[in-house]
C-alpha cells in the first residue's frame, strides 16, 4: 500500500523559514513527479510546486516562486519543501502528491494528475 506522509508543519512568524518533508513507503517514486498543493479554509486546494526526477524540473506557482524550494532525495524516497520569508497568506494545510508517471509541465498543477495524497501538515504563519 503506497503510503505519503508529510511531516514539518507547525507555527512560525512572518518572514520566518519551515522545511516539510514527504515521505514515500510501499513503491520507489523515483521517476514519478511529486507535487506540492496546499488549502486554506474556504478556498480551494491550490498548487505550490512540483519536481519531476531531477532539481532542474522544479516548477513553481507564482505566488511562491523565489521564496518556495522543492529538493527531492530519491535514495530516501523523500520530497522537501523548502519556504522562506513565510507570509500570513501561506497559511494553510500543505499536501504532498505523487503521480504513478512523470508528468508533463503543463499538469503539474492539476490535482487529477496526481495518485496518491498524504494527509497534510499545518503551516501557520503570524503576522
Known amino acids: 500500500q503506497v503510503q505519503l506522509v508529510e511531516s514539518g508543519g507547525g507555527l512560525v512568524q512572518a518572514g520566518g523559514s519551515l522545511r516539510l518533508s514527504c515521505a514515500a513507503s510501499g513503491r520507489t517514486f523515483s521517476s514519478a513527479t511529486m507535487g506540492w498543493f496546499r488549502q486554506a479554509p474556504g478556498k480551494e486546494r491550490e498548487f505550490v510546486g512540483g519536481?519531476?526526477?531531477?532539481?532542474?524540473?522544479?516548477y513553481y506557482s507564482d505566488s511562491v516562486q523565489g521564496r518556495f524550494t522543492i529538493a527531492r532525495d530519491n535514495a530516501k524516497n523523500t520530497v522537501y519543501l523548502q519556504m522562506n520569508s513565510l507570509k500570513p497568506e501561506d497559511t494553510a494545510v500543505y499536501y504532498c502528491a505523487a503521480s504513478s508517471r512523470p508528468l508533463y509541465y503543463s499538469d503539474y498543477a492539476s490535482p487529477n494528475k496526481y495518485d496518491y495524497w498524504g494527509q497534510g501538515t499545518q503551516v501557520t504563519v503570524s503576522s
Open positions: 519536481i519531476g526526477w531531477s532539481v532542474s524540473s522544479a
